[in-house]
């Protein structure tokens, strides 16, 4: 398993100004009519920037999380994806109030560029740091980046254990009849 898609330097580095210019116009209170495509030029239709792939954008300030949000399915090009994500972690992630201008220079930001999500054959198989999780089960849902386990210190158990505790459910739901798991990869880098 391995990613559909490949994201060379200067497609990272076109999403990273995406994201930092979507907060700052937040920011500084510019209407941005139109989302800003990528230079046909520099960029063919075919690449990654143009598939509609999940993406999540998340902010630190001095190492503690500051806003993270994303969609695990893409709906819409990956560019405006990004934008649209960058902006909802800074001022619509509902554990923290909308980030404040005198904020911004303190941040650091990551993007996550998720693949498809495919079901997980066997729990033994999840290589952390490696898969992203999805488990549904009894209509409750949580998700984890696949760099989230290497930043807590999670074992593969302990894992799939948060990740339950994530979607509201017991240690141990992702065992059940009926418990659906999914695993994607990712690109993360940072923006």
Not at 16 to 22: E, K, V
Not at 75 to 84: G, S
Not at 120 to 135: F, K
Not at 166 to 184: I, R, V
């Amino acid at each position: 398993m391995s990613t559909s898609f490949t994201l060379p330097d200067a497609e990272k580095k076109f999403l990273s100004q995406q994201a930092r210019t979507s907060i700052e116009a937040e920011l500084l209170g510019k209407n941005v009519a139109d989302i800003p495509r990528p230079p046909a030029a520099e960029f063919a239709p075919g690449s990654a920037l143009h598939r509609k792939l999940g993406a999540f954008v998340t902010l630190h300030i001095s190492g503690n999380l500051r806003g993270c949000i994303g969609n695990i399915v893409g709906r819409e090009p990956l560019y405006a994806t990004v934008w649209h994500m960058a902006q909802a972690a800074a001022f619509a992630d509902p554990r923290f109030p909308a980030l404040g201008l005198a904020e911004w220079p303190r941040v650091n930001m990551e993007i996550s560029v998720l693949d498809e999500l495919t079901p997980c054959p066997d729990a033994q198989a999840v290589e952390v740091g490696r898969h992203g999780l999805v488990l549904q089960y009894a209509g409750r849902s949580g998700v984890f980046l696949p760099q989230v386990p290497v930043e807590q210190g999670w074992d593969r158990l302990a894992y799939l254990d948060n990740l339950c505790g994530k979607a509201g459910l017991p240690p141990g739901t992702w065992k059940l009849p009926g418990a659906q798991l999914f695993w994607y990869e990712a690109t993360v880098f940072k923006a």
